[in-house]
Antibody, heavy 114, light 107 residues
Framework: EVQLMESGGGLVQPGGSLRLSCAAS????????MNWVRQAPGKGLEWVSV???????HYADSVKGRFTISRDNSKNTLYLQMNSLRPEDTAVYYC????????WGQGTLVTVSS | DIQMTQSPSTLSASVGDRVTITCRAS??????LAWYQQKPGKAPKLLIH???SLESGVPSRFSGSGSGTEFTLTISSLQPDDFATYYC?????????FGQGTKLEIK
């Protein structure tokens, strides 16, 4: 059974940093397209970042230069390093596989506030 | 960037009604269009991928159509469990774009 479990969310001050983790089971993150998607409170879904099977990475303009997606194959885990956080980054962050797999985590809440 | 425009933003309907949600892409995305249902506090659930392919386990009252830039999600006969928020999503390229969402409310 495929499972994705995010962790690492919490309260952080503006300008701070946070690293989110997405632990995978039932498949290997290595060579998979893996995404981060976020949802601000009461708002819609926003794609954040993707890492391809060949380790190519892409980011939404809203996070480019501040967020970094990566993975650790030995831990079968996807990461999202978030720096220079802003209040508008407050959201539930989900990790997800490619569309047809329909595998999403339960989400982890990041709150950026002083 | 590909923009997705979804309408309406809110839809009030009754059990048994037939409803249609529309999604328009700013450029052609062929059939790389998915529809999701989301309930409060939960991750989105895939209903349809490749514009019209029903996900396994999803009731047949859900259907999708369209290609290029115009797409629709139709629920043929609303059931109480269907009242939720629906999103379209393009995955024509390495990045995804979601529509703004349609909240389906009980009339």
């Amino acid at each position: 059974e495929v499972q994705l479990m995010e962790s690492g969310g919490g309260l952080v001050q503006p300008g701070g940093s946070l690293r989110l983790s997405c632990a995978a089971s039932g498949f290997t993150v290595y060579s998979e397209y893996m995404n981060w998607v976020r949802q601000a409170p009461g708002k819609g879904l926003e794609w954040v970042s993707v890492i391809s099977g060949a380790d190519n990475t892409h980011y939404a303009d809203s996070v480019k230069g501040r967020f970094t997606i990566s993975r650790d194959n030995s831990k079968n885990t996807l990461y999202l390093q978030m720096n220079s956080l802003r209040p508008e980054d407050t959201a539930v962050y989900y990790c997800a596989r490619k569309v047809e797999d329909d595998d999403w985590g339960q989400g982890t809440l990041v709150t950026v506030s002083s | 960037d590909i923009q997705m425009t979804q309408s309406p933003s809110t839809l009030s309907a009754s059990v048994g009604d037939r409803v249609t949600i529309t999604c328009r892409a700013s450029q052609s995305i062929s059939s790389w269009l998915a529809w999701y249902q989301q309930k409060p506090g939960k991750a989105p659930k895939l209903l349809i991928h490749k514009a019209s392919s029903l996900e396994s386990g999803v009731p047949s009252r859900f259907s999708g159509s369209g290609s290029g830039t115009e797409f629709t999600l139709t629920i043929s006969s609303l059931q109480p469990d269907d009242f939720a928020t629906y999103y379209c999503q393009q995955y024509n390229s390495y990045w995804w774009t979601f529509g703004q969402g349609t909240k389906l409310e009980i009339k």
